[in-house]
C-alpha cells in the first residue's frame, strides 16, 4: 500500500555537492566546512557529524566556501530539519532567510 505525502517544497532542490562554511551565531558553537547534498533558492542541506545542530537555531552560510576567496556571499538561515544519518552523521536542512553581507557586495 502507498501512502500519499504531500510535498512541501516550494522550490526544486538541485543535488549539488560544494563546500559550504557554517557559522552558528551562538560564539560557544564552532563554525564548519561541510558539503551540500542538495540545494535550492531557498535552503540547502548537508551532512556533518556535529551535534550541536537543532531546529530554529540560526546560523550564517557561504555557499560554494572557498578559503582563498576574500569576498564571498553570506546569507543568515535557520535550521529547520535535522535527520540522523548513521555513522555518526547528521543531515541538516537549513532555510535562507537574507542576505547576511549585502552591503560589502552592492549591485551583486
Known sequence: MQIAMNERRQTQ????????LICPCDPECPEEVCTTL?????GLYFTTTA???FPGMNVIVTPDFRPDEPMQREYIGDVVRLERLGD???GVAVRIL???????????
Open 13 to 20: 532542490r538541485q543535488n549539488l555537492s560544494e563546500p559550504v
Open 88 to 90: 555518526g552523521k547528521w
Open 98 to 108: 537574507m542576505a547576511h553581507n549585502e552591503a560589502v557586495y552592492p549591485g551583486t
Open 51 to 53: 551535534e550541536h545542530y
Open 38 to 42: 542538495n540545494v535550492s533558492p531557498n
